[in-house]
């Protein structure tokens, strides 16, 4: 496989790499259900490329790290992550397997999702992923439990970074992002928690973390993961806590008033991960992360606008 956006340097020391699948997405415009045709949008999404043009967007040198069909809507996935001001040079281009598309289906009792992704460049990503390029003096590596459900390579891919840490020094983010249309809970649930227990830093729902282990509080979730050096636990509007080398913290999350809940849980990680890297107290990373997230929630599609205050107000508390 090879890349067609450009060579990274070696030893290119990125804040962030992201590594995971991104589709191509069709939405109805307007809203309607698919069955009525008509005009659509096509756009891109994807958990870990949300997490990095989150994080480019407030100022980190970031990668996203995956695979595209050679097509044009691998073209269109490259070119608008990439815009973003993320590095897409990571990116390799599958000759044979085609870019996976998903299409969104409003109806009057909610929209549901029809994924095409079988056999594509993205489930066709395996632990030779890791051979390309040096990325030493990287500081975070964010993974995502979405990648370990799409194929027995990329599951392999996963596992493979966790236990032998392929980025020399670079700490291992991992966020769980349970997806039931993937796997089924007596699957997903061990694996999920064996993966976890080996990052450095997990976030994970409480929702899905009961869904996946039976979980009700923060504290059990602790419980059953006790590998991480930092765990981050989210309750919805209720807040979030972290469990680390200082004990738990809890942060209340801020009233917002919903539009569209798609890409809040990326964006929260975003706005962690920002923290961690510039080195921001406990919780103020907490507290950007329900800021970024914020943003999300109040847009429609996946990604919102940062507005230009969004570190001052956070950075200057702790």
Not at 26 to 44: A, I, M, N, S, W
Not at 195 to 210: I, K, P, S, T
Not at 220 to 249: F, H, I, M, N, Q
């Amino acid at each position: 496989m090879t890349s067609v956006f450009g060579t990274a340097s070696s030893g290119a020391g990125y804040d962030v790499v992201c590594v995971g699948e991104s589709m191509a997405l069709v939405v109805p415009d307007p809203p309607r259900p698919l069955c009525e045709g008509g005009t659509t949008r096509l756009d891109v999404a994807g958990a870990e490329s949300n997490v990095a043009m989150n994080l480019a967007a407030l100022g980190l040198r970031v990668a996203w790290q995956s695979r595209v069909g050679a097509d044009p809507l691998g073209e269109l996935l490259t070119a608008r992550i990439g815009a973003t001001g993320v590095d897409v040079s990571l990116v390799e281009v599958d000759p044979i397997a085609p870019t996976g598309v998903f299409f969104k289906d409003p109806g009057p009792g909610g929209t549901t999702v029809h994924y095409y992704r079988r056999g594509s460049a993205a489930a066709a990503m395996d632990r030779s992923l890791w051979r390309t390029p040096d990325l030493t003096g990287s500081t975070v590596l964010h993974l995502s439990g979405i990648t370990a459900a799409l194929s027995e390579g990329c599951a392999d891919m996963v596992s493979y970074a966790l236990a032998e840490r392929p980025v020399s020094g670079a700490m291992i983010s991992f966020d769980v992002n349970y997806r039931p249309a993937l796997w089924p809970v007596r699957t997903a649930g061990p694996v999920l928690a064996g993966l976890a227990d080996q990052a450095d830093l997990v976030l994970v729902g409480l929702d899905e973390a009961a869904t996946l282990w039976g979980t009700r509080h923060p504290d059990e979730v602790r419980e059953r993961l006790p590998g991480p050096g930092t765990l981050v636990v989210k309750d919805g509007s209720v807040g979030a806590t972290s469990y680390g080398p200082g004990g738990s913290t809890f942060e209340p999350a801020p009233v917002v008033e919903v539009v569209e809940p798609v890409g809040a849980g990326d964006a929260f990680a975003a706005g962690y991960l920002y923290g961690l890297v510039r080195d921001l107290p406990e919780r103020a990373r907490l507290r950007l992360g329900h800021r970024v997230a914020a943003v999300a929630l109040r847009a429609v599609g996946d990604l919102g606008e940062l507005p230009p205050d969004t570190l001052v107000h956070v950075a200057t508390r702790t």
